[in-house]
């Protein structure tokens, strides 16, 4: 890409068989490069299902364009069509990439993983181990005397604002072997701030601590899930869970300032940002190499004042993502750090309740938001959300209507509507985002 030698690569799904006895998914591509004359723009093609789809779904893009979506690599994005390719040259020439390889890193993270599911296996303890130890279970961890053993968190047990997605709460486990998807708690359950997820193995909280980057002094973590796909229902999964044992299907990222994380809690789960991520998303594995080349707004942009309302952004952000996320007391260290910034608020209170369609509202609020910072029109903003094939087709059997898009842009437009006029955007909740309905304070 630097030497501008590449012309044309095309990629193809082997959906038709091109290959006999090859998997239906397998990608494989043709590259074309000069022997040193320069290409001004390549031709590109994705996703394609046979040799004559080409002239339909090939477009070009300039070398620097591709080195502006991937600045650490130079690695190719991977678009469906040109203007999938445009909305991407849009965000990215608005905000930066996360982590600029030798140069910027906004908001100051650090990245890790913390136990492996092979090589750490003989931390693991189950609870036939320490009951047999004569070990008590609160519902959560173990302890036995001064000794305390947290639950090791699976990748799957996480989703977005949800600490509490899988359990292996009536789950059999049988050979211990090919567990892909765990039951989610009801929504009955999940009302109960006390309900924890349930986990397979716990690890001793001094190997907790030891694997936790120095420094970090706080009761929670934040990362994403490792294992996804482009074409699932949502490819970019973050989620703040408390201080516990994760394993390595699950990386951390810390902030060097913990108060900031809320903010980036919002960017990462949002839609658009999940857009951008399967741009650049060719496997099942969301690397490190790509998470730090996805664009994404920098701190300095919440301290702003949008257009379309009368407080900054954080301060519209924070009590939606306090909401969502602080629906159980073991969140209730996060909470303090959500409510750093926001004037008299630094008691947290207790845990919100679980309403689904409160929680769907709040959500969207917050992806109408990060549309708006990321700069993208009305039509850029239906574009995105259209791509979302699998969540639409859900949405469409579960409800009838692809709830997701009517509620996100009913937000965008509020907001769109309310810079228009001046008169700032208010929220069609009642009681207003972050005075939801929460549970009884807890007996002293």
Known sequence: MAAERLAAFYDFVNRESLFDGVASLMRFAITSMTGGERVQAARFAFLLLRAADVPAMRFSLAAEEVLLLNPNTGTLPVFRSRR????????????????????????????????HMANDSGLFRTDEDLSGLGATFDGWAWSLGKRHFLPLYEAKMLHLYHHRFGT????????????????????QSLDNPNTEVLSRYWVEQADVDGSIPARWDRRWLFGWRDITYAEHVRTFLPCVLPQAAVNHKFPIALPADPAAAPLLQAVWSSLAFDYLSRQKLSGTSMI??????????????????????????????????????????RLAPYAVDVLQGVPGQADPGPPFRWQPERREQLRAELDAAMLHLYGLSSSDAEHVLDSFFVLRKYEMRDSGEFRTKRLVLAAYDAMTAAADTGAPYTSPLDPLPGSGPRHPSRSR
């Open 84 to 115: 999938d390719a445009e909305v991407a040259l849009a965000c990215h020439r608005r905000c930066p990439v996360l982590v600029r390889d030798g140069g910027r890193n906004p908001w100051g993270l650090r990245f890790g993983t913390m136990f």
């Open 168 to 187: 292996y709460a009536g789950y059999a486990i049988t050979d211990g072997t090919g567990i892909r998807a765990i039951p989610t708690p009801s929504d």
């Open 288 to 329: 490190y190499a790509v998470v730090k080349q996805l664009a994404c707004p920098e701190p300095a942009a919440f301290e702003a004042v949008p257009a379309w309302s009368d407080v900054t952004l954080a301060a519209f952000v924070r009590p939606r993502v306090l909401e969502l996320a602080y629906t159980s007391h």
